[in-house]
Protein backbone atom coordinates (compact mmCIF):
# COMPACT_ATOMS: atom_id res chain seq x y z
CA UNK A 1 0.00 0.00 0.00
CA UNK A 2 0.95 3.32 -0.86
CA UNK A 3 0.27 6.56 -0.32
CA UNK A 4 -0.17 9.70 -2.35
CA UNK A 5 -0.18 13.49 -1.15
CA UNK A 6 -1.98 15.77 -3.57
CA UNK A 7 -2.43 19.62 -3.40
CA UNK A 8 -5.31 21.27 -5.07
CA UNK A 9 -8.36 19.32 -5.08
CA UNK A 10 -10.18 20.89 -7.76
CA UNK A 11 -12.27 19.08 -10.43
CA UNK A 12 -9.27 18.27 -12.87
CA UNK A 13 -7.80 16.08 -10.08
CA UNK A 14 -10.69 14.16 -8.95
CA UNK A 15 -11.23 13.63 -12.69
CA UNK A 16 -7.48 12.47 -13.59
CA UNK A 17 -5.07 11.85 -10.91
CA UNK A 18 -7.62 10.12 -8.50
CA UNK A 19 -9.18 8.21 -11.41
CA UNK A 20 -6.29 6.68 -12.46
CA UNK A 21 -4.67 6.07 -9.10
CA UNK A 22 -8.41 4.49 -7.90
CA UNK A 23 -8.27 2.26 -10.98
CA UNK A 24 -4.84 1.09 -10.23
CA UNK A 25 -5.68 0.32 -6.78
CA UNK A 26 -3.47 -0.39 -3.50
CA UNK A 27 -2.77 3.27 -3.00
CA UNK A 28 -4.64 5.91 -0.99
CA UNK A 29 -5.14 9.66 -1.24
CA UNK A 30 -4.91 12.74 0.96
CA UNK A 31 -5.87 15.91 -0.57
CA UNK A 32 -4.88 19.26 0.44
CA UNK A 33 -6.79 22.59 -0.13
CA UNK A 34 -4.39 25.56 0.14
CA UNK A 35 -7.31 27.62 1.13
CA UNK A 36 -11.41 26.83 0.99
CA UNK A 37 -12.49 24.11 3.39
CA UNK A 38 -15.56 23.70 0.82
CA UNK A 39 -14.47 20.67 -0.79
CA UNK A 40 -12.91 18.83 2.41
CA UNK A 41 -16.59 19.86 3.87
CA UNK A 42 -18.63 18.82 1.11
CA UNK A 43 -16.50 15.62 0.77
CA UNK A 44 -16.13 14.97 4.54
CA UNK A 45 -20.09 14.28 4.31
CA UNK A 46 -20.31 11.30 2.50
CA UNK A 47 -16.80 9.64 3.65
CA UNK A 48 -14.48 11.41 1.11
CA UNK A 49 -16.34 9.01 -1.79
CA UNK A 50 -17.96 10.94 -4.82
CA UNK A 51 -19.17 10.18 -8.34
CA UNK A 52 -17.10 10.86 -11.58
CA UNK A 53 -19.56 11.84 -14.50
CA UNK A 54 -17.77 9.94 -17.71
CA UNK A 55 -19.69 11.84 -20.72
CA UNK A 56 -20.81 8.58 -22.95
CA UNK A 57 -19.52 6.07 -20.20
CA UNK A 58 -22.14 6.44 -17.23
CA UNK A 59 -21.37 7.34 -13.74
CA UNK A 60 -18.56 5.56 -11.50
CA UNK A 61 -17.69 5.75 -7.64
CA UNK A 62 -14.38 7.25 -6.71
CA UNK A 63 -13.21 5.76 -3.54
CA UNK A 64 -9.27 6.59 -3.14
CA UNK A 65 -9.40 9.54 -1.42
CA UNK A 66 -9.19 9.11 2.33
CA UNK A 67 -9.17 12.43 3.74
CA UNK A 68 -8.97 16.04 3.10
CA UNK A 69 -6.67 18.56 4.84
CA UNK A 70 -7.53 22.43 4.75
CA UNK A 71 -3.56 23.92 4.51
CA UNK A 72 -5.02 26.65 7.01
CA UNK A 73 -6.34 24.85 9.86
CA UNK A 74 -4.15 21.70 9.15
CA UNK A 75 -0.82 22.85 8.43
CA UNK A 76 1.13 20.52 11.54
CA UNK A 77 -1.28 17.70 9.43
CA UNK A 78 -0.13 18.58 6.42
CA UNK A 79 3.66 18.45 7.07
CA UNK A 80 3.18 14.94 9.15
CA UNK A 81 1.48 13.86 5.56
CA UNK A 82 4.93 15.58 3.57
CA UNK A 83 7.07 13.82 5.81
CA UNK A 84 4.98 9.85 5.25
CA UNK A 85 4.09 10.38 1.83
CA UNK A 86 5.39 8.22 -0.96
CA UNK A 87 4.48 10.58 -3.77
CA UNK A 88 3.19 14.33 -3.50
CA UNK A 89 1.37 15.58 -6.36
CA UNK A 90 -0.05 18.94 -7.23
CA UNK A 91 -2.72 20.78 -9.40
CA UNK A 92 -2.18 24.28 -8.00
CA UNK A 93 -3.15 26.14 -11.98
CA UNK A 94 -0.22 27.83 -13.18
CA UNK A 95 -0.14 31.23 -11.27
CA UNK A 96 0.18 28.65 -7.86
CA UNK A 97 3.63 28.24 -8.55
CA UNK A 98 4.09 32.23 -7.96
CA UNK A 99 6.82 32.72 -10.94
CA UNK A 100 8.22 36.19 -12.33
CA UNK A 101 8.03 36.92 -15.76
CA UNK A 102 11.00 35.15 -16.66
CA UNK A 103 9.77 31.59 -15.12
CA UNK A 104 11.71 31.71 -11.43
CA UNK A 105 10.40 32.47 -8.18
CA UNK A 106 8.80 35.54 -7.46
CA UNK A 107 10.53 36.88 -4.40
CA UNK A 108 8.42 39.85 -4.56
CA UNK A 109 5.07 37.79 -4.27
CA UNK A 110 3.46 38.39 -1.20
CA UNK A 111 2.37 35.00 -0.42
CA UNK A 112 6.22 34.18 -0.70
CA UNK A 113 7.03 36.91 1.24
CA UNK A 114 4.66 36.12 4.08
CA UNK A 115 5.76 32.20 3.90
CA UNK A 116 9.61 33.32 4.18
CA UNK A 117 8.75 35.25 7.03
CA UNK A 118 7.51 32.57 8.61
CA UNK A 119 3.80 33.26 9.41
CA UNK A 120 3.56 29.68 8.47
CA UNK A 121 3.27 28.83 4.87
CA UNK A 122 -0.13 29.13 3.32
CA UNK A 123 1.62 28.35 -0.73
CA UNK A 124 2.84 25.11 -2.41
CA UNK A 125 6.19 26.12 -2.81
CA UNK A 126 6.07 27.39 0.83
CA UNK A 127 4.77 23.79 2.42
CA UNK A 128 7.44 21.73 0.24
CA UNK A 129 10.14 24.02 1.11
CA UNK A 130 9.62 23.70 4.63
CA UNK A 131 8.20 20.15 4.84
CA UNK A 132 10.97 18.29 2.72
CA UNK A 133 14.03 20.30 5.09
CA UNK A 134 12.84 17.36 7.45
CA UNK A 135 12.69 14.53 5.23
CA UNK A 136 15.17 11.92 4.30
CA UNK A 137 13.82 8.92 2.65
CA UNK A 138 13.12 9.43 -1.14
CA UNK A 139 10.21 11.31 -2.35
CA UNK A 140 9.02 11.92 -5.73
CA UNK A 141 7.28 15.30 -6.16
CA UNK A 142 4.78 15.59 -9.24
CA UNK A 143 3.53 18.37 -10.77
CA UNK A 144 0.80 18.13 -12.80
CA UNK A 145 -0.01 21.46 -14.08
CA UNK A 146 -0.03 22.86 -17.35
CA UNK A 147 3.54 24.40 -17.37
CA UNK A 148 6.46 24.08 -19.78
CA UNK A 149 8.90 21.31 -17.80
CA UNK A 150 6.67 21.54 -15.10
CA UNK A 151 8.86 18.99 -12.66
CA UNK A 152 12.01 21.39 -13.25
CA UNK A 153 10.22 24.53 -12.73
CA UNK A 154 8.42 23.00 -9.56
CA UNK A 155 12.11 21.84 -8.31
CA UNK A 156 13.48 25.58 -9.12
CA UNK A 157 10.66 26.96 -7.04
CA UNK A 158 11.01 24.93 -4.48
CA UNK A 159 15.06 25.18 -4.50
CA UNK A 160 15.43 28.91 -4.43
CA UNK A 161 12.83 29.25 -1.57
CA UNK A 162 14.92 26.77 0.83
CA UNK A 163 17.99 28.96 -0.03
CA UNK A 164 16.56 32.00 0.73
CA UNK A 165 14.76 30.53 3.94
CA UNK A 166 17.94 28.83 4.84
CA UNK A 167 16.84 25.39 4.93
CA UNK A 168 19.03 22.23 4.23
CA UNK A 169 17.61 19.90 1.48
CA UNK A 170 17.98 16.14 0.93
CA UNK A 171 18.41 16.62 -3.04
CA UNK A 172 19.29 13.24 -3.51
CA UNK A 173 16.35 11.34 -2.17
CA UNK A 174 14.14 13.86 -3.94
CA UNK A 175 12.71 13.61 -7.72
CA UNK A 176 10.73 15.85 -9.58
CA UNK A 177 9.32 14.32 -12.80
CA UNK A 178 7.68 16.25 -15.68
CA UNK A 179 4.69 15.65 -17.15
CA UNK A 180 1.55 15.94 -18.98
CA UNK A 181 -1.95 15.41 -18.57
CA UNK A 182 -4.81 16.08 -20.84
CA UNK A 183 -9.04 15.48 -19.72
CA UNK A 184 -11.37 17.83 -20.41
CA UNK A 185 -13.37 19.34 -17.38
CA UNK A 186 -15.90 21.56 -16.38
CA UNK A 187 -17.17 23.07 -13.77
CA UNK A 188 -19.81 20.99 -11.74
CA UNK A 189 -23.45 22.27 -12.62
CA UNK A 190 -26.35 22.02 -10.87
CA UNK A 191 -27.42 19.67 -13.93
CA UNK A 192 -24.79 17.22 -13.16
CA UNK A 193 -25.59 17.30 -9.72
CA UNK A 194 -29.18 16.64 -10.22
CA UNK A 195 -28.44 13.54 -12.72
CA UNK A 196 -25.82 11.68 -10.44
CA UNK A 197 -27.26 12.58 -6.89
CA UNK A 198 -24.36 13.31 -5.42
CA UNK A 199 -23.74 17.28 -4.75
CA UNK A 200 -19.72 16.76 -5.26
CA UNK A 201 -19.95 14.76 -8.62
CA UNK A 202 -17.58 16.38 -11.06
CA UNK A 203 -18.04 16.04 -15.06
CA UNK A 204 -15.59 15.09 -17.45
CA UNK A 205 -14.78 13.57 -20.80
CA UNK A 206 -14.01 9.64 -21.69
CA UNK A 207 -11.09 10.94 -23.21
CA UNK A 208 -7.78 11.22 -20.87
CA UNK A 209 -3.82 11.30 -21.25
CA UNK A 210 -1.11 11.39 -18.71
CA UNK A 211 2.78 10.95 -20.18
CA UNK A 212 5.11 11.47 -17.02
CA UNK A 213 8.96 11.45 -17.15
CA UNK A 214 10.30 7.68 -15.72
CA UNK A 215 11.86 9.21 -12.53
CA UNK A 216 11.05 8.29 -9.93
CA UNK A 217 12.69 7.77 -6.66
CA UNK A 218 10.07 5.13 -5.02
CA UNK A 219 7.19 3.20 -5.53
CA UNK A 220 4.47 4.53 -7.66
CA UNK A 221 1.17 3.26 -8.53
CA UNK A 222 0.98 0.66 -11.95
CA UNK A 223 -1.31 3.48 -13.38
CA UNK A 224 -3.27 2.25 -16.11
CA UNK A 225 -2.80 3.88 -20.13
CA UNK A 226 0.31 5.74 -18.37
CA UNK A 227 2.85 6.74 -21.06
CA UNK A 228 6.10 6.86 -18.91
CA UNK A 229 8.86 8.32 -21.46
CA UNK A 230 12.24 9.75 -21.25
CA UNK A 231 11.49 13.01 -22.37
CA UNK A 232 7.76 14.55 -21.79
CA UNK A 233 8.72 17.79 -23.85
CA UNK A 234 7.47 16.47 -27.23
CA UNK A 235 4.25 15.54 -25.27
CA UNK A 236 3.52 18.61 -23.64
CA UNK A 237 4.47 21.11 -26.66
CA UNK A 238 1.97 18.94 -28.47
CA UNK A 239 -0.57 19.69 -26.10
CA UNK A 240 0.19 23.39 -24.84
CA UNK A 241 0.70 24.76 -28.31
CA UNK A 242 -2.25 23.01 -29.82
CA UNK A 243 -5.28 22.10 -27.15
CA UNK A 244 -4.56 24.49 -24.88
CA UNK A 245 -3.78 27.52 -27.53
CA UNK A 246 -6.59 26.79 -29.62
CA UNK A 247 -8.93 26.31 -26.44
CA UNK A 248 -7.66 29.76 -25.61
CA UNK A 249 -8.49 31.22 -28.84
CA UNK A 250 -11.70 30.08 -28.42
CA UNK A 251 -12.03 31.64 -24.99
CA UNK A 252 -11.34 34.75 -25.86
CA UNK A 253 -12.85 35.17 -29.14
CA UNK A 254 -15.95 33.59 -27.98
CA UNK A 255 -16.67 35.83 -25.10
CA UNK A 256 -15.90 38.82 -27.16
CA UNK A 257 -18.48 37.27 -29.72
CA UNK A 258 -21.31 36.77 -26.52
CA UNK A 259 -20.70 33.37 -26.49
CA UNK A 260 -20.92 31.05 -23.41
CA UNK A 261 -19.33 27.84 -24.26
CA UNK A 262 -16.73 25.72 -25.94
CA UNK A 263 -19.14 23.92 -28.10
CA UNK A 264 -20.60 27.04 -29.26
CA UNK A 265 -17.21 28.75 -29.81
CA UNK A 266 -16.41 25.71 -31.60
CA UNK A 267 -19.01 25.63 -34.34
CA UNK A 268 -18.56 29.44 -34.70
CA UNK A 269 -18.15 30.13 -38.71
CA UNK A 270 -15.60 32.68 -37.85
CA UNK A 271 -13.55 31.07 -35.14
CA UNK A 272 -13.54 27.56 -36.18
CA UNK A 273 -11.28 28.41 -39.14
CA UNK A 274 -8.84 30.28 -36.82
CA UNK A 275 -8.65 27.08 -34.17
CA UNK A 276 -7.74 24.76 -37.19
CA UNK A 277 -5.22 27.19 -38.77
CA UNK A 278 -3.84 27.52 -35.46
CA UNK A 279 -2.95 23.82 -34.71
CA UNK A 280 -1.63 23.75 -37.87
CA UNK A 281 0.65 26.64 -37.49
CA UNK A 282 1.17 24.92 -33.94
CA UNK A 283 1.69 21.47 -35.61
CA UNK A 284 4.85 22.70 -37.63
CA UNK A 285 6.90 23.63 -34.68
CA UNK A 286 6.74 20.13 -32.75
CA UNK A 287 9.53 17.91 -33.41
CA UNK A 288 9.53 16.12 -36.42
CA UNK A 289 8.66 12.50 -35.01
CA UNK A 290 5.56 13.91 -33.98
CA UNK A 291 4.95 15.74 -37.09
CA UNK A 292 2.49 13.09 -38.90
CA UNK A 293 0.35 12.89 -36.03
CA UNK A 294 -0.59 16.84 -35.90
CA UNK A 295 -3.86 16.49 -38.61
CA UNK A 296 -5.20 13.13 -36.46
CA UNK A 297 -4.82 15.09 -33.29
CA UNK A 298 -5.90 17.95 -34.67
CA UNK A 299 -8.97 16.24 -35.77
CA UNK A 300 -9.70 14.84 -32.53
CA UNK A 301 -9.16 18.11 -30.39
CA UNK A 302 -12.53 19.55 -32.72
CA UNK A 303 -14.48 16.95 -31.99
CA UNK A 304 -13.86 17.20 -28.46
CA UNK A 305 -14.63 20.89 -28.59
CA UNK A 306 -17.57 20.31 -30.22
CA UNK A 307 -19.27 18.14 -27.48
CA UNK A 308 -22.03 20.04 -26.11
CA UNK A 309 -22.65 17.67 -23.04
CA UNK A 310 -19.55 18.93 -21.52
CA UNK A 311 -20.87 22.43 -21.25
CA UNK A 312 -17.31 23.60 -21.19
CA UNK A 313 -17.51 27.18 -19.85
CA UNK A 314 -15.39 30.06 -21.81
CA UNK A 315 -14.52 32.10 -18.79
CA UNK A 316 -13.08 28.89 -16.79
CA UNK A 317 -10.47 28.85 -19.87
CA UNK A 318 -10.27 32.72 -19.95
CA UNK A 319 -9.06 32.56 -16.03
CA UNK A 320 -5.41 33.57 -15.82
CA UNK A 321 -4.39 34.45 -19.15
CA UNK A 322 -1.64 36.07 -17.74
CA UNK A 323 0.24 33.20 -16.53
CA UNK A 324 -1.00 30.99 -19.64
CA UNK A 325 -0.15 32.46 -22.98
CA UNK A 326 3.87 32.51 -22.39
CA UNK A 327 3.25 28.85 -23.04
CA UNK A 328 -0.27 29.13 -25.71
CA UNK A 329 0.45 31.36 -27.50
CA UNK A 330 3.93 33.45 -27.47
CA UNK A 331 6.19 30.53 -28.62
CA UNK A 332 4.25 29.53 -31.94
CA UNK A 333 3.42 33.14 -32.20
CA UNK A 334 7.81 33.58 -32.08
CA UNK A 335 8.47 30.75 -34.20
CA UNK A 336 5.50 31.24 -36.75
CA UNK A 337 4.28 34.38 -36.91
CA UNK A 338 0.99 32.54 -37.55
CA UNK A 339 -2.15 34.56 -38.34
CA UNK A 340 -4.23 32.56 -36.31
CA UNK A 341 -2.44 33.20 -32.92
CA UNK A 342 -2.02 36.87 -33.86
CA UNK A 343 -5.96 36.92 -33.96
CA UNK A 344 -6.14 35.11 -30.73
CA UNK A 345 -4.09 37.38 -29.17
CA UNK A 346 -5.55 40.29 -30.17
CA UNK A 347 -8.92 38.83 -28.59
CA UNK A 348 -7.68 38.50 -25.47
CA UNK A 349 -6.13 42.14 -25.42
CA UNK A 350 -9.66 43.12 -26.80
CA UNK A 351 -11.01 41.12 -23.95
CA UNK A 352 -8.73 42.72 -21.42
CA UNK A 353 -9.90 46.32 -22.89
CA UNK A 354 -13.21 45.70 -22.85
CA UNK A 355 -13.62 44.14 -19.36
CA UNK A 356 -11.31 46.92 -17.82
CA UNK A 357 -14.19 49.66 -19.29
CA UNK A 358 -16.72 48.01 -17.78
CA UNK A 359 -15.37 47.92 -14.70
CA UNK A 360 -15.03 43.88 -14.37
CA UNK A 361 -12.05 42.72 -12.35
CA UNK A 362 -10.10 39.75 -14.47
CA UNK A 363 -9.83 36.62 -12.74
CA UNK A 364 -6.21 37.15 -13.23
CA UNK A 365 -3.30 37.15 -10.72
CA UNK A 366 -1.97 40.09 -12.23
CA UNK A 367 -5.57 42.05 -12.31
CA UNK A 368 -4.58 45.17 -11.06
CA UNK A 369 -1.59 45.25 -14.05
CA UNK A 370 -3.98 44.23 -16.61
CA UNK A 371 -6.72 46.57 -15.41
CA UNK A 372 -3.50 49.21 -15.73
CA UNK A 373 -2.26 48.14 -18.75
CA UNK A 374 -5.64 48.53 -20.31
CA UNK A 375 -5.81 52.03 -19.79
CA UNK A 376 -2.51 52.81 -21.13
CA UNK A 377 -2.18 55.26 -24.11
CA UNK A 378 -0.21 52.12 -25.69
CA UNK A 379 -2.77 49.33 -24.17
CA UNK A 380 -1.19 46.64 -26.67
CA UNK A 381 2.32 46.60 -25.66
CA UNK A 382 1.27 47.44 -22.22
CA UNK A 383 -0.83 44.16 -22.21
CA UNK A 384 2.10 42.35 -24.80
CA UNK A 385 5.04 43.17 -21.65
CA UNK A 386 2.76 41.07 -19.19
CA UNK A 387 3.07 38.03 -21.35
CA UNK A 388 6.61 38.71 -22.43
CA UNK A 389 5.88 39.88 -25.77
CA UNK A 390 5.90 43.04 -25.87
CA UNK A 391 8.69 43.12 -28.33
CA UNK A 392 5.76 41.57 -30.95
CA UNK A 393 3.58 44.53 -30.49
CA UNK A 394 4.30 45.58 -34.24
CA UNK A 395 2.95 42.03 -35.50
CA UNK A 396 -0.36 42.27 -33.40
CA UNK A 397 -1.15 46.00 -34.96
CA UNK A 398 -0.52 45.05 -38.65
Given at each position: ???????????????????????????????????????????????F?????????G????????????????????????????????????????????????????????????????????????????????????????????????????????S???????????????????????????????I????????????????????????????????L?????????????ML?????????????????????????????????????????????????????????????????E??????????????????????????????A??????????????????????????????????R???????L???????????????
Amino acid sequence: MGSILHFGLGNFARAHLLDYTDQAGGWDVIGVSLRSSSVRDGLAKQGFAYDLCVQGQGVKRIEVLKDVLVAPKDREAVFDAIANADIISATVTEKGYHLDADGKLNFQDPAIIADLAGQGPSTLIGFLAYGLANRQKPLTVMSCDNRVENGKVLESAVSDFASAAGLGMNWDAIRFPNSMVDRITPATTDAVRAISGDAMAVPTEAFSEWVIEDNFAGPRPDWPGVQLVDDVAPHEKRKLRMLNGAHSLLAYGGLNRGLTYVHEAAQDPVLRPLVSQLMKDAGTTLPTELQDQVPAYADALILRFENPELAHCLDQIAMDGSQKLPYRFVPTLRETGSAAVVQGMRAWISFCISETAAGRVLNDPLAGEIASSARHSDAVSALLKLVGAEDLAPLIRE
